[in-house]
C-alpha cells in the first residue's frame, strides 16, 4: 500500500489550491478515504473524508471552502481547497481508512498561506 501526496505550495491568502493524493496496492475504489493536517508547532486536526462511493464530510473550518473529491478509475483522491487562510497552512496528510483504523498514511504535502 502507498498513498503519495502532492500540490503543496506557498499560496496567498484568498487563493486556491488542489492537494492530490495517490493511491496503489490496494482496493481503492472500497476504502473511505481522509485528510487531516499539522499546522506548525500543533497537533494534528481533522480535515475531510470522502467514502467509496462519494459521500463527504468536512471540519466546520473548511466547510464551504474545501472539496473533497476521488477518482476510482486512477485510484486517487483530491482536495480542492479555496479562499485560502493563513490559519490553513500546515502540512496535509492523506489517510487510509481500513478496520475502523487510519491503517496508511502517506508522507504529507506543505501549504503555506501567507502575503
Known amino acids: 500500500v502507498q498513498l503519495v501526496e502532492s500540490g503543496g505550495d506557498l499560496v496567498q491568502p484568498g487563493g486556491s489550491l488542489r492537494l492530490s493524493c495517490a493511491a496503489s496496492?490496494?482496493?481503492?475504489?472500497?476504502?473511505?478515504m481522509h485528510w487531516v493536517r499539522q499546522p506548525p508547532g500543533k497537533g494534528l486536526e481533522y480535515v475531510a473524508l470522502?467514502?467509496?462511493?462519494?459521500?463527504?464530510y468536512y471540519a466546520d473550518s473548511v466547510q464551504g471552502r474545501f472539496t473533497i473529491s476521488r477518482d476510482n478509475i486512477n485510484n486517487a483522491t483530491f482536495l480542492h481547497m479555496h479562499n485560502l487562510k493563513p490559519d490553513d497552512t500546515a502540512v496535509y496528510y492523506c489517510?487510509?481508512?481500513?478496520?475502523?483504523?487510519?491503517?496508511?498514511w502517506g508522507q504529507g504535502t506543505r501549504v503555506t498561506v501567507s502575503s
Open positions: 489517510l487510509r481508512e481500513g478496520g475502523n483504523a487510519y491503517d496508511y
Open positions: 496496492g490496494f482496493d481503492f475504489s472500497v476504502f473511505w
Open positions: 470522502i467514502t467509496g462511493d462519494g459521500s463527504s
